[in-house]
T-cell receptor, first 114, second 116 residues
Framework: KAGVTQTPRYLIKTRGQQVTLSCSPI?????VSWYQQTPGQGLQFLFE???????NKGNFPGRFSGRQFSNSRSEMNVSTLELGDSALYLC?????????????FGPGTRLTVL | GESVGLHLPTLSVQEGDNSIINCAYS??????FIWYKQESGKGPQFIID?????DKRQGQRVTVLLNKTVKHLSLQIAATQPGDSAVYFC???????????????FGKGTHLIIQP
């Protein structure tokens, strides 16, 4: 079974731009969660989607948004990029909703904001 | 807010020795705990989990111990191998069903270095 895939793997943007990242979950998984990983803050929860609905959201500004499609694929968008948004963005899928179900992570998208 | 933390950012062990990675958490409502391993250039990989109604769980070469009294979690790796070299994260949630707002809360991570 193929793992979680994320595209693109690397991205360079400038301040003020917006970016869209994509995540394809493991086949049959209906929940997708997004995390931001930085050296200073570590891994922080962004949001979780299940059946095309956002179930919960971490403590991030409204510039961070996401959506999930009927095939469970998910995208996250960051608008008006800031230097501090430079991070590894990780997507994780699980069979059902909630962190109690084992989450399988993708390799991440490395975003650099200049 | 509540957080999950690690005692040591780096742990160096000899190949073949046992490794013990520690994690302290502050949320007394934490109910579900997971250990993840992250190798360079990869996403975190699930190792083992434990619920708060248990104090020990064993997997293949790994054991997780939970002490709720002192809010402490540890991961023991037996006969450490070069392939065990990675950053290890503990994570927790008070609500495995995900009804809360936080998803998984991760610790900062311990970098396990294997000496030949």
């Amino acid at each position: 079974k193929a793992g979680v895939t994320q595209t693109p793997r690397y991205l360079i943007k400038t301040r003020g731009q917006q970016v869209t990242l994509s995540c394809s979950p493991i086949s049959g998984h209906r929940s997708v969660s997004w995390y931001q990983q930085t050296p200073g803050q570590g891994l922080q929860f962004l949001f979780e989607y299940f059946s095309e609905t956002q179930r919960n959201k971490g403590n991030f500004p409204g510039r961070f948004s996401g959506r999930q499609f009927s095939n469970s694929r998910s995208e996250m968008n960051v608008s008006t990029l800031e230097l501090g948004d430079s991070a590894l963005y990780l997507c994780a899928s699980s069979r059902l909703a909630g962190p109690g179900y084992t989450q399988y992570f993708g390799p991440g998208t490395r975003l650099t904001v200049l | 807010g509540e957080s999950v933390g690690l005692h040591l950012p780096t742990l160096s062990v000899q190949e073949g020795d046992n490794s013990i990675i520690n994690c302290a958490y502050s949320n007394s409502a934490s109910d579900y705990f997971i250990w993840y391993k992250q190798e360079s250039g990869k996403g975190p990989q699930f190792i083992i989990d434990i619920r708060s109604n248990m104090d020990k769980r064993q997997g293949q070469r790994v054991t997780v111990l939970l002490n709720k009294t002192v809010k402490h979690l540890s991961l023991q790796i037996a006969a450490t191998q070069p392939g065990d070299s990675a950053v290890y994260f503990c994570a927790e949630t008070p609500d495995p069903s995900g009804g809360g707002a936080d998803g998984l809360t991760f610790g900062k991570g311990t970098h396990l270095i294997i000496q030949p």
